[in-house]
């Protein structure tokens, strides 16, 4: 990754305000950054889930939040942006339609073309889908029927992509943005589709999991060329009793023969806890790569978002724990070996969950997302963390 700065600090700077632009320690750990919550009473959730940014001075990160005893009940919109100085909350519609709304992932293509997907209800499950236009954000989808959605990837304002199922889970989805309105492919089969990447036209991929009639979960991949969906064989590493899950949570793409997508495998009915791997695609097949487990036999370890710079700087992470005591988990991949990083500092613990919960920030560092439980008051709060490699 191309660094803005040689020196030991890389200093995001706007015009006019560089006296009050933060300082980010490059040592290659985690530090917390300072996130609001806009609920903070007994049994309140604020979480992020995504982030995405297109400049040091321009990201988004989102998620959903929960008053617990304030009606109406349910998970409404999360939306905080990052101006170069710090992380402000921001408004962002919620549907009328319901009062359970949730998103999902973010995409930034620029500082007025911003985009946002999820889900409304509790099932049967409706589309959420949410642009930014440089002022606020407004609802472009609202509601249609038979829409859960997870992941948002495209190329371009008239060239975007989005997955996920009919239902959770239900016939797999893909929609496709032209610029004008959203096209609909209903894939046949039981397929929930966790994350979509694309790398041209006539080449994204999208990826997920598959119940069968023999396990209860199969990792899945599916490739389009242009003109059609084709799924590709993938590894599935716990294939030894009926409920064992084998999930591909993220992927991301250095080039057409160069692809990484990371997963979870876990069998909670015969007592075998979360555990993560990683596969790659290097033009002709998908193979499963040696992945560390720190949590072993007695903690869960969950993979949940990857980001590939290059072919020797890819980033994954994840957490590692038992409920509700979660810490972070962050792989690095140097082109031969993945690598444990150290996990966030003592006092800003906490968990990456959502495919896109990591993301280049534009400067050679990375911002990721998730929440921590707080004892305090028996709810969630929202977790941003920069990252700036030594």
């Not at 040689?6 to 706007?14: F, G, H, R």
């Not at 982030?51 to 998970?75: C, E, H, L, N, R």
């Not at 992927?251 to 007592?271: E, F, K, L, Q, Y």
């Amino acid at each position: 990754m191309a660094l803005l700065a040689t020196s030991a600090m890389i200093v995001p700077m706007l015009a006019g305000q560089a006296s009050a632009a933060p300082a980010f320690e490059c040592n290659g750990l985690w530090t917390g950054e300072r996130a609001p919550n806009p609920l903070h009473d007994y049994g309140d959730t604020d979480q992020l889930v995504s982030v995405s940014a297109d400049s040091v001075t321009d990201a988004w990160a989102i998620g959903q939040t929960d008053d617990f005893d304030k009606p109406p009940y349910g998970y409404r919109t999360l939306a905080m942006h990052w101006d170069g100085i710090g992380w402000h909350h921001a408004r962002m519609p919620n549907s009328k339609k319901t009062t359970w709304d949730e998103l999902h992932d973010v995409l930034v293509l620029s500082s007025d073309n911003a985009w946002a997907v999820g889900s409304e209800d509790t099932g049967p499950y409706g589309s959420l889908i949410e642009h930014w236009d440089g002022k606020s954000w407004t609802i472009q989808d609202d509601g249609t029927p038979d829409t859960y959605l997870n992941a948002i990837s495209g190329l371009g304002p008239t060239d975007l992509w989005a997955a996920g199922s009919t239902n959770y889970v239900g016939n797999g989805l893909i929609l496709h943005w032209d610029g004008h309105s959203w096209s609909r492919t209903q894939l046949p089969g039981t397929i929930n589709f966790r994350d979509i990447v694309e790398l041209a036209p006539n080449d994204v991929w999208a990826v997920g999991q598959k119940p069968t009639r023999h396990y209860l979960d199969l990792t899945i991949a599916m490739h389009f060329d242009g003109t059609k969906w084709t799924a590709v064989p993938t590894p599935n590493p716990l294939k030894l009793h009926n409920e064992d899950e084998n999930w591909l949570t993220s992927i991301a793409a250095v080039s057409s023969n160069d692809i990484w997508a990371t997963g979870v495998a876990r069998d909670p009915d015969w007592g075998i806890r979360d555990y993560p791997f990683t596969v790659h695609w290097d033009g002709t097949k998908w193979s499963e790569v040696p992945t560390p487990d720190p949590g072993g036999s007695t903690r869960d370890t969950d993979l949940y978002s990857v980001i590939a710079p290059s072919s020797t700087d890819v980033w994954a992470v994840g957490h590692v724990g038992n409920e509700p005591d979660y810490r972070t988990f962050t792989l690095h991949w140097d082109g031969s070996v993945w690598t444990t990083l150290p996990g966030a500092r003592r006092g800003q613990m906490g968990l990456f969950m959502g495919a896109d919960a990591v993301a280049s920030d534009g400067a050679g560092g990375l911002w990721a997302v998730g929440s921590k439980s707080v004892p305090g008051y028996s709810g969630y709060a929202t977790r941003i963390w920069h990252l700036c490699p030594a």
